[in-house]
């Protein structure tokens, strides 16, 4: 078959596919008491009638949302009182929503004073003259902070310096007396399964720096580059970090003998310790409720999923796979009694396209989270409505918005806020399958819905 006669038998098929789904779709849609999807985005928000419900409603029918997938659930704290619902209940991609999920999974399982650990490692302690015989091997923790962040958290801006962790730690190696290497020098991220990147997530943004990949050594956010324009994900950063950690050897007057090298462990293999050699540095993260505050406040992928990974692993001793994170996650949050059927998470940032997640399961998750004992732990890392985090410059100045306390969500077509307003409400926003023409005046949209439950509250 030539190439004009399967390019023209492929796309027959393909209508054929779509025809016939189209069919399946609206027959199942119907079976079950729903409205095809057109049907549903101009479908009436369903609630009580109120002052704001009206509101809502009126916001919701107009331009730019109405051409839009959304979804809203407004319910009250301390009773838990359902206040307004426009698909509460259908599932929409959430993008950096997701964090609130591998937020609250880190801060319950791992508690807010822990702290992430590197080391460097030897097979034995330095000889008279200074001489380490065999490899010098940096084992990762999944230590997120190896970057110029400030801890506590600042402002999301940051100097790219995550050099200086590294150079801080062959200063405690030069500090032993160490003159010389015989060996090379390992990167060992053996902590976690070797999964870089996540499930659906895009080929373009991983190479753009977007979704660097993730493993047991994180420096820099695992990107290079000096500024956002310029950024690419590092296709290797356990070798990265060998690589940086011998230079700097060097520059410190430490001759090396041997190459720098990184070791891995596959998906569902079991976790094999790196040795039992002497520990010659280690590193500290600061506590993780510093981490999750920046990650929550300043959006960061990486910190999330490093968080997820160590929330695993620490329970189990070790982990088979991303999935394995995921299936621990997910059983907590049905634990806190969030209907497990509402959402669908692929990882732990909300880079991947297939996440799915319901407002009720959000507004659920932070009703649980509000009665917590983590809970002003979990609180203080939320984004201070025109104050701080991805919400400094939302809201256009409105001084009431210093009353939500929430996390963005945004991806291509995809916008979300989620959060609290004062100590009266829960809410979950979801903005889905907009044009690109109508981004800016979404997110204004949503900060006026925002900004009408806040005025509820007066």
Known sequence: MDGAKLASGNSGCRAWWLTLTAVWLTVALIAHGQAPVQAAVQAKPQSVRTPLADRLRELLSAPPLDRALVGLRVVELGTGRLVFDYHGSTGFTPASNTK?????FALAKLGSAYHFKSIVQAESLPGPSGVVRGDLTLVGGGDPTLS??????????HPDDGGAALRALVAQIAARGVSRIEGGIVGDD???????????????DACEGGEAPVSAWMVNDNVTGANEDDQRGLPDPA?????GFRQALIDQGIAVAGQARARHRQPNTASVPPGTGVELAVRLSPPLSQILQAMEKCSINLHAESLLLEAAVQPRGGLMSRKQALDDEKAFI??????????ELNDGSGLSRSNLASPAA??????????????ETFLGTLSIGGVDGTLE????????ANQIHAKTGTLRHVSALSGYVSDR?????FVNHFFPADRVRVLDAIDTLALEIVRATE
């Open 334 to 343: 049905a634990g806190l009694g969030v209907n497990a059927e509402q959402f």
């Open 393 to 400: 410059h939302r809201f256009g100045g409105d001084p009431k």
């Open 190 to 204: 053996t902590r976690y399964p070797f999964e870089p990147y996540g499930l659906d997530w895009t080929i373009e």
């Open 425 to 429: 409400f829960a809410f979950s926003i």
């Open 239 to 243: 070798l990265a970090v060998a690589q």
């Open 362 to 375: 959000v507004t659920d998750l932070l009703l649980a989270a509000h009665s917590a004992p983590w809970r």
């Open 100 to 104: 609130l999920f591998s937020g609250a």
């Open 148 to 157: 110029g962040r400030v801890y506590p958290f600042e402002s999301c801006r």
